[in-house]
């Protein structure tokens, strides 16, 4: 039983080690021939959203601009995790866990 209490307790330290490691990949998505620029970190944080003066002007196209930005944002980052979790052993450390 303390084995297992252990071995949670291992998975929470590597998670939280994980996070913390996410937190630092910084990735963007841009859009409207780079007039929209959104940018997130590995844990999924908007960090920042720049938009060029020219589409103020019309909403529709300021609102598509910035969904498909953030849309490639979340593609980018999500392949630079994915690489990050696979260097820190990915979720094999659940294979040990016998509960």
Partial sequence: MFNKIKAIKDIRTQAKTMQSELELIEEQGRAAHG????????NQKILSVQIDDDLMK?????????????????????KKMAVKMKEMGGLDMLKNLNM
Wanted: charged share 35%.
């Fill in 35 to 42: 007039k929209v620029v959104v940018s997130i970190n590995g």
């Fill in 58 to 78: 019309d909403k529709e196209k300021l609102q598509e601009a910035i969904k498909e930005a953030t849309n490639e944002a979340i593609k980018n980052v999500q």
